[in-house]
């Protein structure tokens, strides 16, 4: 019970905290990276596997910097990237 409302408060700080734009989609760090940046607000990012399609939270704070944290559905999977 408790990691489900660990999850949800993480998924809602991210929606908060995103906005409407959409980020433009780039490698994260650079073209050999196995990840994808999707959303960054400065305080996380959001990425997903480029095999996989499988997201996650970057952290980009000053005492976690590049703590990767799973983003799930409201089932407990893991969300995949859809794209456009």
Do not use: H, W
Request: charged content about 20%.
């Amino acid at each position: 019970m408790k990691n489900k409302i660990l999850v949800a408060i993480i998924i809602g700080l991210i929606v908060i905290c995103t906005g409407c734009a959409k980020a433009e989609e780039t490698p994260y760090q650079s073209e050999t990276s196995m990840f994808i940046k999707v959303e960054d607000s400065g305080v996380f990012g959001v990425v997903y596997n480029k095999e996989t399609k499988v997201m996650y939270a970057i952290s980009q704070g000053v005492y976690n910097c590049g703590s990767l944290t799973l983003l799930v559905n409201a089932d407990g999977s893991p969300m995949i990237y859809r794209g456009e």
